[in-house]
């Protein structure tokens, strides 16, 4: 036993000594850091499915065209909704998150709707129920200039049917 501890002693120094060096002189990094920061991630929009404009739920319609003819200042009467898809969204948000607001992080089925007046387009996410959002920066197409057509000047032609009837929501 006497022969075997300077073995043992001298194994430990020299483990010892190493594992000094090592922490002076780490290993050379074999991966170059970043040169700059790279840009975050921007998600994309959820991918749809085309319908037909008659498939989309009664009430989600209604919304999207009064919502579109407050935004253009028209009546009703002068939106026209050209494109429908069949969206899930990954929250509340509905895709059109809006900065230190807190929504539902839960999947939200509805649609992506397209309004077209004479004044521009705009696209609305909708969930099923008839809430609309805009991501209006993002989308809004402005149409031509047009004169007002009727001669009150604002624009709106006389209703010739009454208004709709608002339905009670289930």
Known sequence: MSKLLPWVLAFGASFAAG???????????????PARIPDPVVSQAPAGERVDIASVPRGVRRAVVADAARRFAL??????????????WSDGSMGCPEPG?????????GFRVSAKTSAGQMQYHTDSRGSVVTCAAGHFQPGPKQLPAHPSGTGAEPRTQPPPVKMPDR
């Open 19 to 33: 594992s000094a060096l090592a922490a002076d002189n780490p290993a050379p990094r074999t991966i170059a850091p």
């Open 75 to 88: 009546s009703e009467n002068e939106v026209v909704l050209v494109d429908a898809e069949r969206v899930t």
């Open 101 to 109: 607001t807190m929504y539902t992080q839960m999947l939200v089925s």
